[in-house]
């Protein structure tokens, strides 16, 4: 049977209801090019090398975690990524807050990595929060550095994945993650008591609030607390479409160099 660019829509919708996105943002089948689809790409970012990449492998579509389009298009050059898809005739789908939020999805996945029991929403159903073994803050983030690492396509120079964090001095017995810019969420983590935040971004003001605050925080990238959900949901699309072939980029990468 024929795959359509609807079809597999359709299963992302099941794995990521798009009624669990944030108000701001814009997901969905956001390029449709009507081709069949007989395999798909998986990624975090559509990048220039990840179109070109969707068409050496031939790939009719790319599910990406980020959305290709985010702000309203008020011209198009051969320079932008969805002329460049349309060009190829590659469509895009593109699930990001809502597969956040989903069973099963980025918060989750980062959860498993770190062994959370009993994983609960937060933060507006975003993040999860739940126990763990005790560990120092130093300790885990060696342990994102670590476990993170094995699933990011590694930078031409540096290492694959570098954290920074704050250490409030005691063992993280309740921990809460938020993948990508979560730090703001220091206080929505407090709330659910939490010991530490384990996020992809914080800025220098909220690891001096969080820090006096008595909350560990852990800055593990961007990139790196959400390649991972990108790289899984191959897989799960591939049992989602049967027949469908799903395959995880191996050129998105993370767009910093680090010294």
């Known amino acids: 049977m024929e795959i359509t660019v609807q079809m597999v829509y359709e299963a992302m919708a099941r794995l990521a209801p798009p009624q669990l996105a944030e108000s701001w943002d814009n997901v969905g089948l956001l390029v449709d090019c009507g081709r069949p689809v007989t395999r798909a790409l998986t990624t975090l970012d559509i990048t220039p090398e990840v179109v070109e990449e969707a068409a050496r492998l031939g790939c009719e579509m790319i599910v990406s975690h980020h959305p290709v389009i985010f702000s309203p298009l008020k011209k198009l050059s051969s320079r932008d990524v969805p002329f460049l898809l349309v060009q190829a005739g590659i469509s895009a789908i593109c699930m990001h807050t809502n597969y956040d939020a989903a069973e099963g999805g980025v918060n989750e996945i980062l959860a498993e990595l770190f062994?959370?029991?009993?994983?609960?929403?937060?933060?507006?159903?975003?993040?999860?929060?739940?126990?763990?073994?005790?560990?120092?803050?130093?300790?885990?983030?060696?342990?994102?550095?670590?476990?993170?690492?094995?699933?990011?396509?590694p930078p031409l120079e540096g290492p694959a994945v570098q954290v920074k964090y704050t250490d409030n001095g005691r063992p993280v017995r309740r921990l809460a993650v938020i993948s990508g810019a979560g730090g703001s969420m220091f206080e929505d983590a407090l709330a659910v008591g939490a010991d530490c935040l384990l996020t992809g971004e914080a800025s220098h003001h909220a690891a001096c609030d969080a820090k006096r605050l008595g909350l560990g925080l852990i800055a593990a990238g961007h990139y790196a607390t959400e390649y991972p959900a990108a790289a899984a949901l191959a897989a799960r699309l591939q049992e989602e479409v049967p027949g469908l072939v799903a395959v995880a980029s191996r050129e998105n990468r993370d767009p910093f160099t680090y010294l």
Not at 116 to 121: G, L, S, V, Y
Not at 123 to 139: F, K, L
Request: charged share 20%; glycine share 10%; hydrophobic share 40%.
């Open 115 to 153: 062994a959370m029991r009993d994983p609960e929403p937060f933060a507006n159903g975003c993040g999860r929060v739940g126990e763990i073994d005790p560990i120092s803050v130093p300790q885990l983030a060696a342990l994102a550095q670590d476990r993170l690492g094995c699933f990011c396509v």
